[in-house]
Every structure is written in C-alpha cells, then in structure tokens.
C-alpha cells in the first residue's frame, strides 16, 4: 500500500486568527498519527494572513512533542532564506530531540512576496546547489584542511541531519536531488507543471546513499474530500476564492464556503478558478482515492502527500478521516 502524509499549511480562516490555527495543527496531527499517516510536514512561508506556518522549525518541535510516531518534518525550508549552517544547528537538534522521526525537506522559493523577501535577506535562489552542498559537507565535516569552514562544528555534534527531500515544482532540481541521493517531492497541489518528467530526471539521475538506498518520490496532492460530492464542491468554494485573492496578491485569510459562493466572479477570474481546479482533487472518498490511485499509476510515485484547505476545522479533519479510511491505512 502507498503511504499517505499530510502536508499541513497551517491555514487561517475568517473570523479566526494564527494563535487558534497553531493550535489546531496539534489536534490533527494527533488525528492523522492515529489514522495512520506516515509523516507531517510544514512549509516555510511569511507575511500571510492566510498560513501560520512562517517558523517551521518550532512548529516541528511543536507536533514532534506532541505525537509519538509520526515523523514530522519540513516540506519545507526555504534555503535560501537562511545561512546552512543555522539550519544545519537547527535540524541536528531537532534529530537529537526526536530520534528518526525528523524530516528535512528543502525548497529554493522565497515562500513571500518581494517586500518580505527582502526584509529576510535572502541568499540567491540560483545559490541553491551551492548552499545544499554546504548544509551537507558542515553536518558530515567533509570539507578538506584548508576550507574557510574546516574548523567548523554543527552541534549537538554526536548526530547528523535527518533526511534530506528536495522539494520542487518545475523539476529543475529533480536531477540533482538524484545524483546526491536524496529524496524527492514534487508540488502538484500548486505546479502549473506535469510531475512525471521531473520524476523520471529524478530517477534517471539516482545515485544510492545510506538514508536513501533507492529513490522516493513524494507526491504533493490537493484533496477536498466529503461524504458526497455536492458538499465537496461546498467546501471546495473557499479554495476558489482564496485562489483568486493569491493571484491578485491579496493574502488574507481564508473565506468561508458561505462568503464564497455569495462572490460574484467576473469571466477573468472564473478562468483563474477553473485552471486552479485541475490541481485539486474534490469528491467523495471513493472518487477522490480513485484519482490518486491513477495517479500513482502515471508518475510511479512512492508516496502521497496530502494538504487540505478546508474552512471548517471539523470538516478539515474529516477529510483525512474519510481519505485514510478509503485508502484502508
């Protein structure tokens, strides 16, 4: 059986605030270790009034604290972001808190706009290769005697990083992610692109590793599941909207299915709500495993991760319920 995992983006909703929905994450990531899903993962974003999650770092402790089993991770630091060695510090401790059940998914976005970018002081994407190669050769010490970073350090010093995913969703790093034997995730909850050919570049360039003996493909997936598919479509609403605001760069935080339906679309913004759907996955638990099983049939992915963007927190715990009893976790 293909495993599931949740990516939780930690969303905020209208009438709501960030405090309840950090709250919330611990309650669901409790749920789906119960349901039987095999990791939690957060992404790095800032500035939004719509996700919660700018520090995964900490949430990660959070959950890690607060469930036993699941591993729980990033999906994922944005590298660029932030100096190799800060994360390398920051991931050590984290695997020597929680042995084995810590992830290190790394992405190469800002995960902002251009004015909180540049409040962070970010490296430059382009850096990425170059910064990934870094983070490793500080945790492993492989740089040779007359590197500037020789005499560095990471502690706590008796561990080393958990496992490392590159994440992506154009496929540019699915190649090189391979030939450092690392894992791999593809976006396809919000790639404009098709995960396949990243996939197989992925593949193609694989070199074995000791964390990873053989390749592993995630598979990033949007999932709006309900008991019928008219109240899918329900809920599914507050994600047309919320799409529509992010393309007008408006991050606010997420509308209910109520003030959503209400929403006069004009013929633009209906384009941009029916190109967004084909990222989506909406239905009843039978339709909606259904799809994905075709899907990992297509792109041979090994995994499955789940993000749902559902405006009631009952309903968004539901929707993991209904999904692993269909998939019989």
């Known amino acids: 059986m293909i495993p599931l995992s949740v990516l939780d983006l930690v969303p905020v909703r209208t009438g709501s605030n960030a405090s309840e929905s950090l709250r919330e994450a611990v309650d669901l990531a409790r749920a789906v270790e119960s349901l039987g899903y095999t990791r939690y993962w957060f992404a790095e974003h800032h500035g939004m009034a719509s996700i919660a999650s700018s520090a995964p770092e900490i949430l990660i402790e959070h959950i890690a604290s607060a469930t036993t089993r699941i591993r729980v991770g990033s999906g994922g630091i944005m590298l660029p972001n932030h100096a190799p060695l800060h994360v390398a510090e920051a991931f050590h401790t984290l695997e020597a808190l929680h042995p084995n059940r810590i992830d290190l998914g790394l992405g190469r976005a800002p995960g902002t706009d251009p004015a909180t970018s540049r409040a962070l002081r970010p490296f430059d994407g382009e850096q990425f290769p170059q910064q990934l190669q870094e983070l490793i050769g500080l945790s492993r010490q492989l740089f040779p005697a007359d590197h500037p970073f020789a005499s560095v350090r990471v502690v706590p010093s008796d561990v080393t990083l958990p496992p490392i995913w590159v994440l992506g969703s154009s496929g540019a790093m699915a190649g090189f992610a391979g030939s450092l034997g690392l894992g791999y995730s593809f976006a396809r909850h919000f790639s404009p692109n098709p995960p396949l050919p990243a996939i197989r570049a992925y593949r193609d360039h694989f070199k074995p590793s000791e964390q990873f003996p053989a390749p592993h493909v995630i598979l990033g997936v949007s999932v709006i599941c309900a ?103």
């Open 227 to 329: 008991p019928t598919d008219e109240e899918a479509e329900y809920h599914a609403a507050s994600t047309d909207l919320a799409w529509v605001r992010l393309h007008r760069r408006e991050f606010v935080p997420l509308p209910s299915p109520e003030e959503a339906i209400a929403y006069q679309y004009s013929p633009q913004e209906r384009a941009i709500v029916d190109m967004n759907r084909q990222r989506h996955f909406v239905g009843t638990p039978f339709k909606v495993a259904s799809t994905l099983r075709h899907l990992i049939d297509d792109t041979g992915a090994d995994e499955i991760m789940v993000t749902s963007m559902l405006f009631g927190r009952a309903a968004r715990q539901r929707c993991y319920e209904l999904l692993a009893q269909e998939w019989k976790l």
